[in-house]
């Protein structure tokens, strides 16, 4: 294995989640079925593909030892005060900021219309360096 292809993303409305995701995460459109689309951040960054169904569960679990909800996906961004408040300009349900007073690390959590818990986060791990925003 080399790198994670793709993160599947199960929808109610396609059209609905395409306008969501490309506007409130400025990802690209790079493909639109009836059923399903590709969005991207870059062609070095995993896609996001979002598959229309009638069931949706929403992606998230609480972690035991914490009681914290967890996202299973976080997206990166340098700014986490700026993209929160952008998200909450755009009336995105949004979660409270935390960061960790001696590094500045953190995140917040948000919901997609679907319900989807989703999280944003500074954090930027080793060897993704070339995927920092500019």
């Known amino acids: 294995m080399e790198h994670i292809a793709t ?9 609905e989640s395409i306008e969501w995701y490309t506007k409130h995460l400025e990802l690209t459109c790079v493909f639109e079925g009836e059923t399903n689309a590709m969005l991207s951040f870059h ?16 992606i998230s679990f609480l972690n ?7 996202s299973i996906i976080d997206f990166y961004t340098a700014d986490l005060s700026e993209f929160r408040q952008q998200l909450i300009e755009e009336e ?9 007073p001696e590094n500045g690390m953190g995140g917040f959590g948000f919901t997609d219309p679907n319900g989807h818990s989703l999280s944003a986060t500074n954090v930027m791990h080793e060897g993704q360096e ?5």
């Open 7 to 15: 993160i599947e993303i199960p929808v109610k409305n396609l059209k």
């Open 43 to 58: 062609t070095n960054s995993p896609t996001i593909f979002l598959v229309q169904t009638e069931e949706v569960n929403s």
């Open 64 to 70: 035991s030892y914490t009681g914290v909800k967890h």
């Open 92 to 100: 995105v349900e949004v979660g409270e900021l935390k960061v960790h």
């Open 130 to 134: 070339e995927f920092k925003q500019k």
